[in-house]
């Protein structure tokens, strides 16, 4: 049966792109973060060569903003160099006016996505992407030193806190530079996702409640801000304060860090060839944030659009429709280790024998706290520029946890009246 | 020039005048497209609400990016403490910074004058810093002054002192000394570069004669250099504060969104690009504008009345 229904889909992917295939060139611009610009070339030629069309590749920045402005100026000014688009899972809200809805050419294959990715590809009821790939954030941890100290894998964050402070000391003896925890703590679109599993995992809401109506000053909140500015300078370094991903990897991959929480690309990278501490990592859902708390990590993860000002809107769907599909999906899972955003992929022999942990992420990603970009529309950007910097000061001590809070809360009720969503 | 103008007449000045026009036109022309269009057209969007999110065409809106009242509310930019913030930062950073920059250039400037062997290459490699684009130094500097495994802490540890590594780009106290310090380091080269050109300047012979009427070294420079190098140093600070008052890229790559160290630029590219709203931040711009056009009025006039009063004294 659900071979047959491969088939079906097949056919009809292959009728609708052959419909289309008059021989045009699409102009994709993908990320070319790490292998990812290989991975799409890959794909986008794979389907040129089924289709009869051509593909142009447009690298973009590395750095996440920085590609959200080239987008947003591209878009504003109608260009038509660029028929498809890359985005982050919270860029559909800012960006919906000028993407086309793709419900039509997606067809039965929506069904299959995991519905958590879906809901961050639509927005104002359209559904302005397709979800290419998921990304939550994760606990990696040293196996060999929790195992040297006969601790287990924290279940709550008091516990990784204790954990890591007991190892710390010990090890300082040897290594001075050893700390117990790295994360994203620079003020920037990192810390509002760090800041939000916190939040979460003590049973609270994610900052705006989904009618729009800000709920940041709750006791979830005020307790997990609190918790987490003890970190500082105890079991975190101060400069966390300005890590980002790849800062915070660079310490824990020198071997400099017990605990990390980051996303799952770290892991790949964590034990390549040349990494320190190959072999010796681990990787768990984070903590909960008590005992009666929840695992939970936040929803990151890429997705793919068409523009509005495309002249050749249809092809164009058409490879998005490829590229995003199953068979797609599983190459990408398989040789470049990226979460499929297909529910049936997390159980594909070949896809768990390639990446073991895919298993224990799919519940994860199922479950993850998403960002509130839907529930704000186009001022996304200026909510999170908020909580992050309310986060901040907090754990920089500047204010307290319940201070923070409390301006954060006024600061984003302001915000909706300037705003109006 | 009135005595000239009374002997050849007006029909003399009349085309000395439209020749000079006609000369000047070209440039006149490409000032007004170059600097005066993107001018006009800045303040213009920010009298609208354009936005780069939305689809529609942008709506005049009048002042209301700049102040408006609305159910008890005091919006637009000149309501917003994050906006008072970045000015306070700025300010601070020009004023602090282009101190440090003009004490340094003069002292730098004084010692590359001096005869001593291997001085051209000296000179040269004083202007590294000032070559090197500002966004890769900024980068090599984020990296040196990481706080696990950058250079400087590295250093300063050895040498003892400091006890614990600093958190240079993180600690909300240290981030803007930081900022300064890596600015510092770029551009008193070309403070030192003017000044010394000045130096260069000033005939041998005016010494000669303080030294003969017994002037010690410290006297020949306060009332005999400094105020020779006065106009050269005067207008390497205005062309600095100029550049200190827009800085942008020196803590974009830095301390990218920190509030501690964000200055006006940064502020009026976070809302235009990072929130899309292209009025609001080109309302923002504009009175970027206007807070340098009056500081660097101050500074003309602060110099003027500074030079006049130097002229008197002597």
Redo the contacts between chains.
């Keep these: 049966m659900r071979r047959a229904r491969c088939w079906l889909a097949a056919v009809l992917l292959a009728l609708s792109t052959n419909l289309a295939a008059a021989g045009e060139t699409i102009t994709i611009a993908c990320s070319a973060l790490g292998r990812e610009l290989e991975l799409c070339r890959e794909g986008a030629q794979a389907w040129a060569q089924a289709t009869g069309n051509q593909v142009r590749l447009v690298p973009v920045p590395n750095s996440a ?1 920085e590609r ?2 080239l987008f ?2 591209m ?2 000014a109608q260009a038509t160099d660029i028929d498809v688009f890359q985005l982050d899972v919270v860029w559909s809200g ?2 919906a ?2 993407l086309v809805d793709l419900t039509a050419f997606a067809g039965d294959a929506l069904r299959e996505h995991l519905p958590a990715t879906l809901a961050g590809a639509k927005a104002r009821g359209r559904l302005v992407a397709l979800p290419w790939y998921a990304d939550v954030g994760v606990l990696y941890y040293r196996k060999d030193l929790l195992e040297k100290y006969n601790a287990p894998v924290p279940q709550t964050w008091r516990e990784l806190a204790d954990t890591a402070r007991r190892i710390q000391a010990a090890e300082r003896a040897s290594d001075a ?1 050893l700390w117990g925890l790295v994360f994203q ?4 679109e990192g810390l509002t996702c760090n800041a939000l599993e916190w939040i979460a995992s003590r049973g609270g809401g994610n900052i705006v409640a989904v009618d729009g109506k800000p709920q940041a000053d709750d006791a979830a909140a005020r307790s997990a801000l609190r918790e987490a500015a003890t970190w500082i300078n105890d079991i975190s ?7 980002a991903e790849e ?1 915070a990897r ?2 824990f991959q ?1 071997g ?1 860090a017990v605990f990390m929480r980051n996303w799952p690309y770290a892991w790949a990278l964590a034990n390549a060839q040349d990494s320190p501490v190959r072999g010796r990592v681990g990787i768990a859902a984070l903590p909960a944030g008590d005992d009666t708390g929840q695992h939970v990590g936040t929803l990151g993860g890429g997705q793919l659009s068409v523009s ?1 000002y495309s002249p050749r809107a249809s092809t164009a769907a058409s490879l998005v429709v490829y590229l995003t599909s199953a068979a797609e999906q599983k190459r990408r899972a398989l040789t470049g280790g990226y979460n499929p955003t297909i529910a049936r992929l997390y159980t594909d022999p070949e896809v768990l024998a390639a990446n073991p942990f895919f298993a224990m992420l799919q519940p994860l990603i199922e479950h993850a706290v998403a960002r509130p970009s839907g529930s704000v529309g ?2 996304y ?2 909510v999170s ?1 908020k909580i ?2 309310a986060v ?2 907090a754990l ?1 001590h ?1 204010q307290s946890a319940d201070a923070a809070l409390q301006e954060l809360q006024r600061d984003l009720e ?1 915000l909706r ?2 705003g109006r969503w | 020039m009135v005595s000239r103008a009374r002997k050849y007449g007006f029909a003399w000045f009349d085309r000395v005048s439209s020749n000079a026009w006609m000369l000047l036109a070209p440039l006149l022309l490409a000032l007004t497209l170059a600097a005066g269009w993107p001018l006009a057209r800045s303040i213009w969007l920010s009298l609208t609400d354009a ?5 529609e065409p942008a709506r005049f809106v009048g002042l209301r990016n700049y102040l408006a009242y ?2 008890g ?1 005091w ?1 637009g930019v000149l309501a917003d403490p994050d906006w008072w913030r970045a000015v306070l930062n700025t300010l601070l950073f020009t004023i602090v910074s282009v101190s440090l920059e003009g004490l340094l250039g003069v002292g730098i400037a004084l010692v590359l004058n001096a005869q001593f062997p291997g001085r051209a290459l000296v000179r040269a490699a004083v202007l590294v810093p000032w070559a090197v684009p500002t966004i890769v130094s900024a980068k090599m500097w984020s990296w040196m002054l ?4 950058g250079i400087v802490n590295e250093v300063l540890l050895r040498v003892g002192a400091i006890q614990t ?3 240079w ?4 106290l240290l981030s803007m000394v930081t900022v300064v310090i890596v600015d510092v380091w770029k551009t008193t080269p070309f403070v030192a570069l003017l000044v010394l050109a000045a130096l260069q300047m000033i005939p041998r012979s005016v010494f000669e004669a303080a030294r003969v009427d017994g002037a010690n070294p410290l006297q020949q420079f306060w009332y005999l250099t400094l105020p020779l190098i006065r106009p050269a140093l005067w207008v390497a600070v205005v062309f600095r504060a100029l550049d200190a008052l827009r800085v942008f890229d020196l803590i974009y790559v830095l ?5 501690e160290t964000m200055s006006m630029s940064s502020y009026a590219r ?1 809302q235009a ?4 709203d ?1 009025g609001y931040g080109s309302a923002a711009s504009t009175l970027l504008f206007a807070v340098m056009a009056l500081s660097i009025a101050v500074i003309m006039v602060a110099g003027r009345v500074r030079l006049t009063q130097g002229a008197v004294s002597q």
């Design positions: 903003s959200l402005a947003q100026q878009l504003a800012i960006l006016a000028h530079r703590g620079r003020a920037y370094p101060p400069g966390v304060l300005n890590y800062e660079a310490l020198s400099h509005r186009t001022r950007n200026q520029a992050w910097s901040h000061r920089t500047q302001r009246r300037v | 936005s780069l999110a939305g689809a609305a159910d509310i919006f990481n706080d696990q495994f590594p600093l958190a780009t993180a600690d909300p301390t990218p969104n920190s509030a976070q690009i990072d929130f899309q292209l």
